[in-house]
């Protein structure tokens, strides 16, 4: 009969001996620098050791620990390299446990592989957001999830409690990765198993609910969603839940759904205690001010700032100092994510724009129809060679022509084919998606359109027209193809279209 050798029996007690030390730093300690040093030695000794295949047990929950270590230590340090290394380590684990053939280790290593590409979706979330790279990502991490619940499943049996969880880890995953209908049926499949075994008001049954929400709304629920959400709010402050953020998330979405149902009262009450369990340093917490500044748009028009009558719309110019300024400003760099121009790029001015109440109307009836999935746009558009308004705007009113789709947009709204295409028309852009308004995440991305607005300032600087417009984009249709066939423009059950092609500089 094969075995270790004997050297490789001191090798692999040596190795144990570091991997309990390992664990003795981080559970006693909380040390994952030196854990990190000592498991990396420990895979080391494992690496020198010759084996037969089948009795490779030993290495996988090695690299599989010092796997979990690197990501730990990524998450805390925010570090995107340490996760890297991490994941090919992970991925070493998944091939060590499967030569071993134990399935508790084969499904171990695929969880921690899938939370490892998780992590690095949300990192690259908060940097780039939705792209190409993430949605692939995001979709093998729930591939991984979908076996470990296999293999879980079949060694444990459907009501286990760990088989029960990796289904729910499994729904939010599918949530992530942009498949709502499957996500749904996860999630749902999920709480009937705990609502059946748990008081309804368990905080289990809470973590569920929120991306079932988010699900729903996506698939055009939004009454499904709101229900959703309501219950989770109630079992959460019921609980009177510790995790503060996730009852703030909890609070922001809720008070989404109010301000896009038309209740903008009821949904500043949400965001406001949204806002302030969070506290003023919260990267959310400037986006809740914009939205509670909609809100009290939406509650009073009239006693809106009169500021500039342009037709039967209003433009009103932001203070350098308001909040509102400096977020707009904050988003516009952030989100450049292309080479600037030796000069680089600056905000002159930013006019928020008050539009006539019966395109408003429109707008806010066409939300009502698709699911709740508004977004913060950019869009860049042409300017009539006649037309100074963006030179002077304090001495120049908006030019009126319709070949003016800068003007023409602060006047209407966006119009398509009246002022929206027509630029795309024009210079030769082609509408690779069809007939329809055209909005990105990237303002460096819009910028390219803008240069159609570009006027020469008196003092020779070159100034560029870009409008920022939240975006009801409804559930779309996500393709990285670089243009689709009309009849896919969107496919018939979604109501919008979304490139995931990946940006290039």
Not at 239 to 261: A, P, Q, R
Request: some cysteine; glycine content about 8%; aromatic content about 6%.
């Amino acid at each position: 009969m094969g075995g270790f050798l004997d050297e490789d029996a001191v090798r692999v007690a040596a190795a144990k001996s570091l991997a309990e030390c390992a664990i003795d730093r981080l559970q006693q300690q909380g040390n994952l620098v030196e854990a990190e040093r000592v498991l990396k030695e420990c895979v080391s000794i494992l690496d020198g050791r010759r084996y037969e295949k089948g009795r490779d047990g030993i290495l996988a929950a090695t690299l599989g620990m010092l796997g979990e270590c690197l990501l730990d230590a990524g998450i805390e340090q925010k570090e995107g390299d340490k996760m890297k290394e991490a994941e090919g380590i992970l991925r070493r684990a998944l091939v060590a446990a499967e030569l071993d053939g134990e399935d508790s280790a084969i499904a171990n290593a695929l969880s921690e592989l899938s939370r490892c590409l998780r992590e690095q979706g949300y990192v690259q979330m908060r940097k780039l957001g939705e792209s190409e790279e993430l949605i692939t990502k995001l979709g093998e991490a729930a591939e991984l999830l979908e076996r470990c619940l296999e293999v879980r499943e079949a060694k444990l049996g459907p009501d286990d409690d760990m088989v029960v969880g990796t289904q729910l880890e499994w729904g939010i995953c599918l949530s992530e990765a942009m498949r709502p209908a499957e996500a749904v049926h996860t999630l749902r499949q999920y709480l009937a198993i705990q609502d059946a075994k748990l008081d309804p008001s368990d905080i289990q049954i809470a973590r569920a609910l929120r991306p079932l929400a988010v699900c729903l709304s996506r698939m055009g629920k939004p009454e499904e969603a709101r229900g959703a959400l309501g219950r989770c709010l109630a079992i959460q402050e019921a609980k009177m839940c510790e995790d503060v953020e996730n009852l703030s998330f909890t609070l922001h979405l809720l008070g989404l759904h109010l301000l896009e149902s038309g209740e903008p009262t009821e949904a500043q009450e949400k965001l406001r205690r949204s806002s302030a369990r969070l506290g003023p340093g919260h990267c959310l917490v400037i986006s809740i001010e914009l939205e509670l500044a909609i809100c009290r748009r939406v509650e009073d028009h009239k006693r809106w700032d009169p500021g500039m009558p342009v037709g039967s719309s209003t433009l009103h110019m932001l203070d350098q100092h308001d909040w509102e300024y400096e977020a707009l400003c904050d988003q516009f760099r952030t989100k450049w994510l292309k080479f600037q121009p030796p000069r680089g790029v600056s905000i002159e001015r930013i006019f928020s724009i008050q539009i006539d109440p019966a395109v408003r109307n429109k707008h806010d009836r066409y939300k009502l129809t698709v699911s709740i999935n508004p977004r913060r746009q950019f869009h860049g558009t042409s300017c009539n060679e006649k037309c100074n308004f963006i030179v002077n705007p304090q001495r120049e009113a908006p030019c009126g022509l319709s070949s003016c789709s800068v003007c023409s947009i602060c006047m209407q709204g966006f119009k398509i084919k009246d002022n929206v295409g027509t630029t795309a028309r024009r210079t030769g852009f082609s509408l690779r998606y069809g007939e329809g308004v055209y909005f990105s995440s990237v303002s460096g991305k819009a910028n390219d359109y803008a240069r159609f607005s570009q006027k020469t300032a008196p003092d020779g600087r070159r100034l560029r027209c870009m409008f920022v417009a939240y975006v009801a984009k409804g559930n779309p249709y996500l393709t990285k193809e670089a243009s689709l066939p009309r009849n896919k423009c969107p496919p018939s059950g979604l109501e919008s279209v979304e490139g995931m092609a990946t940006l290039v500089p």
